[in-house]
């Protein structure tokens, strides 16, 4: 099995990761970056490797191309057999790395919340169908509703119209008031009240429907159409695809496997983006979900700490605060309503991988409780769906349920030789 080595390794190739990386190099460490995916930007800046649209993204691209850093894309990690030592399956095999620190900067998913019809064909999470057209999923002439909640709806339903979807509307679960408030507290970022003001234009005329989510989809074998809740009333509106999602929840896998102190669902982090467990730093959505500027900030932060380089400019002190502010703001206005909770009925299925429904575990006290009697999470996505599901819809505590492999792998990632001193005997 090949080996590599490296001072820094950093795990992920978005903004984060990107920023951590060419960092460490800046700051004179030796750092390797992976990433699962075929090229550098994470889903924030998929597409712009090859031709840049984005001023931040072409700024720090091009940083990643002009470092010394050790790229690599296509690597998946499975495991840590041991401090220090990942294991990654990759098309050619098994590759094992060997470094010093860790800076992981594995970004966010989507939180899908199940509701009767959300398996129907052409039912999507509201940032993956945007990562599909993206990648060049035709949408032109389709009749698409965006619903959820968050300011990924509107990034979404721009990137749909620009490719030629027709948005019949976009849904928000949260109140005018909500925000309103949460418009304001954008005022100290101009940048932000740009980036808003930018996506409300190139939506211009889209219906844009607040304190609304869907109740259910219909269809003869695929999605036809959505009934949409306003408060009191309900309306049948007809389309081609749904895209829906609600916020984002951090990648927190690789980290607490590694044993890093968790609150809110994010990872503990001090001034240096430093976690709890010693040469371990994390850096972006990992450690709470707060947009693209917070990403670069942290992950510069990290990885000049990382490298050795421990106190952080005044510039980046000032723009971690701001970013900060931001974070707050996002995290208050869109608080998920309670109505969610009680969308799905006996026969909805909470877990898709292993047909697994409400009535099966609605009784259970925990995710452990729900996986050891109905297989909840033991399928493809080891519970990176339905976890984050049951955590909001019963309160089950979700980061109990990690364990090696990370993700399904070939057989060969698990003839690692562990040394001595981690070897265990068996009784």
């Not at 099995?1 to 990107?18: C, F, S």
């Not at 003001?197 to 219906?207: D, E, F, N, Q």
């Not at 607040?210 to 999605?223: H, I, K, M, T």
């Not at 009680?342 to 925990?366: H, Y």
């Amino acid at each position: 099995m090949p080996e590599l080595r490296t001072e820094i390794l950093v795990i992920g190739a978005g903004p984060a990761g990107i920023a951590a990386a060419v960092s460490a190099e800046r700051a004179g460490a030796r750092a390797l970056l992976v990433d699962m995916q075929a090229e550098p930007g994470g889903q924030i800046w998929r597409g712009q490797w090859a031709r840049p649209t984005l001023a931040p993204a072409r700024q720090w691209l091009d940083a990643l191309r002009g470092s010394p850093v050790d790229a690599r894309y296509g690597l998946r990690l499975v495991d840590f057999a041991e401090p220090g030592l990942a294991v990654f399956d990759t098309a050619q095999g098994a590759v094992r790395v060997r470094c010093e620190r860790l800076v992981i900067a594995t970004g966010a998913r989507e939180r899908q919340l199940p509701f009767p019809g959300w398996t129907l064909p052409g039912v999507f999470g509201a940032g993956g169908l945007q990562v599909l057209v993206k990648n060049g999923w035709p949408v032109k002439g389709r009749r698409v509703v965006v619903a959820g909640s968050g300011p990924l709806l509107l990034a979404a339903a721009a990137t749909l119209r620009a490719a030629g979807a027709e948005i019949a509307c976009i849904a928000e679960q949260r109140r005018t008031r909500d925000l309103a408030r949460f418009a304001l507290s954008l005022a100290p970022n101009p940048g932000k009240c740009l980036q808003a003001a930018i996506l409300r234009t190139k939506l211009a005329g889209v219906p844009y429907r607040r304190n609304a989510w869907v109740e259910r989809a219909d269809g003869a074998g695929r999605v036809e159409s959505i009934c949409l809740r306003r408060g009191a009333r309900s309306e049948r509106i007809e389309c081609d695809a749904l895209a829906v999602g609600f916020g984002l929840v951090p990648n927190t896998e690789i980290a607490r496997l590694l044993g890093c102190a968790l609150h809110d669902g994010a990872v503990v982090v001090d001034e240096h983006q430093h976690s709890s467990v010693p040469g371990v730093y994390c850096a972006g959505e990992i450690c709470g979900i707060g947009g693209v500027d917070q990403a670069l900030v942290q992950g510069e932060i990290a990885g000049r700490a990382a490298a050795g380089a421990a106190t952080a400019s005044f510039r980046l002190n000032i723009a971690r605060s701001r970013s900060a502010h931001f974070a707050r703001a996002l995290r208050d206005a869109f608080v998920l309503r309670d109505e969610l909770r009680n969308l799905a009925g006996d026969d909805t299925l909470l877990c898709r991988c292993e047909n697994v429904t409400f009535a099966q575990v609605r009784g259970c006290r925990s995710q452990r409780e729900a996986r050891l009697h109905a297989r909840l999470g033991m399928g493809h996505c080891q519970a990176r769906i339905c976890g984050a599901a049951g955590e909001f819809l019963f309160g089950w505590d979700a980061e109990a349920t990690v364990r090696p492999p990370l993700a399904p792998s070939r057989l060969s990632c698990f003839t690692v030789v562990r040394s001595e001193s981690t070897r265990q005997e068996s009784p």
